[in-house]
């Protein structure tokens, strides 16, 4: 930790939606005195790649993935993992897991489950200008499949209806990042099919 570090750093690569999750949630929870160090993914140093180790939650075979929060000296890997952390031990800015406990269960649920279709679903996109015409209509099919789900799980305005959770920003960077969908591969968001989608987005866009 160098010397302009505090007591809460944030090990962040401002393109990454995993970061962004943890990014999100610091600012919900109004948590002005955390230290954002950015390091590049893409030209790894030894010191992200030893503090990351450091970190509960690290995958032993990776050379280092973010976010890492460094919390006075105790080290925290996976996006989810911090986002819970936040949640849980800050009681600053905004409430982010809900206090009734059917609430909090559908919240759960739902983090468990949605946010990792639509990761797969981004990874189904590797590649695709690449395939022939039938395999991009797999992949476009099966991601139409996934915003379905989406959609049919957003109560609207927020996942869980009118209360703000860590379910939103589980799923907020990617769909902030539609755009690249939309530009590389000709996929939008329609406006009646994924209406609940888009009004999510535009909502979340606005806090």
Not at 48 to 64: D, I, L, Q, R, V
């Amino acid at each position: 930790m160098t010397s302009q570090e505090g007591s809460l750093t944030l090990v962040n690569f401002p393109m990454c939606p995993y970061a962004h999750r943890a990014v999100i949630c610091a600012r919900e929870k109004g948590l002005e005195h955390i230290h954002y160090r950015d390091i590049n993914l893409y030209d790894k140093s030894k010191y992200f790649t030893e503090t990351y180790h450091k970190a509960f939650g690290h995958e032993k075979t990776s050379n280092g993935r973010v976010p890492i929060l460094i919390d006075d000296g105790k080290y925290l890997a996976e996006s989810d993992l911090i986002c819970w952390y936040f949640g849980e031990k800050y009681k600053t800015g905004n409430n982010v897991i809900p206090e009734d406990h059917l609430e909090r269960a559908k919240m759960r649920w739902f983090c468990q489950t949605v946010p990792r279709r639509i990761i797969i679903m981004f990874f189904y996109f590797r590649g695709f200008l690449e395939k022939n015409q039938e395999q991009k209509q797999k992949v476009l099919d099966k991601a139409l499949e996934t915003l379905q789900l989406v959609e049919d799980n957003i109560k609207g305005p927020y996942v869980l209806g009118e209360e703000f959770s860590l379910a939103d920003i589980m799923i907020y960077p990617w769909f902030e990042r539609w755009i690249a969908i939309k530009t590389l591969f000709g996929l939008d968001l329609d406006p009646v099919k994924h209406r609940k989608i888009i009004e999510f987005t535009k909502t979340m866009k606005q806090r």
